[in-house]
Each structure stands twice: as C-alpha cells, then as structure tokens.
C-alpha cells in the first residue's frame, strides 16, 4: 500500500525531520492517522514532532496488527536530508525495555552505514 507522507511509524520520523515549514505543509495538507482524530493544529502536534526530531527515533504499535511493535530510525543522504527510514517489526510480547534498545543499537548502526553510502558525513 502507499500512504500519504507523515503516515505511520516510519512516515511521522520522516516528516519530523523535515525543515519545519514542509513538516507543517504536510501534515496539514493530510493529517497522519496517529494523530488519533481530527487535526488539532500545528501548535498542538508541534511537541510531538519536536520529541522525534531530539530522539531521532520513533516507535509504534498496531500498524499491522495489535500484536506488533515498530522502531523506525532515519537515514541521511548526502545532502543532510532525510527522506527515507529503516525500521524493524517486533512482536509485541518481546517489545521489553532491553529489546528496544537492542534494537535500536543495530538500526541506528546499519541507518548509519546506508547514510554513509550515500554520502553522509555520520550519524
């Protein structure tokens, strides 16, 4: 399926690390589903966004099923620009604090080594 930008896991980190005047055209062009209701406006949604863009991560549950955690982290490309993410599915029972940041520690490291490839300095 292809979801409008800002929808889901993946979409939410990508839109947050966006410059901020094309974060708030696009989420108020089509308001993301995990804002959980009608758009509440930008100032409302902005300390959400605000906390992805400082953990530089974003989590979720259900996007396929109930039973389904998501960890996404961004990917860089040369310019210093994210438009793209990795993430990973986790079933839900073993989405442990410890786990997490398993996971995490390889999406951050193998996010780190495709934005190199792309010419990115780090991250």
């Not at 696009?26 to 959980?36: F, N, T, Y």
């Not at 530089?56 to 040369?78: F, S």
């Not at 996971?103 to 495709?114: E, P, S, V, Y």
Request: proline share 8%; net charge negative.
């Amino acid at each position: 399926a292809i979801y409008p930008a800002g929808h889901g896991v993946m979409g939410r980190l990508i839109a947050a690390l966006q410059p901020e005047e094309k974060t708030r055209a696009m989420l108020e062009k089509d308001p993301p589903s995990w804002l959980h209701g009608p758009w509440p406006g930008w100032e409302a949604t902005r300390p959400l966004l605000e906390e992805l863009r400082t953990n530089k991560c974003a989590m979720g549950r259900g996007e396929t099923d109930q039973d389904t955690a998501v960890i996404a982290v961004p990917i860089y490309d040369g310019m210093g620009q994210v438009n793209n993410a990795v993430c990973v599915l986790i079933p839900y029972m073993l989405f442990t604090p410890e786990e997490r940041e398993r996971c995490l520690g390889i999406l951050r490291r193998h996010a780190g080594d495709i934005s190199r490839s792309l010419g990115h300095g780090s991250e």
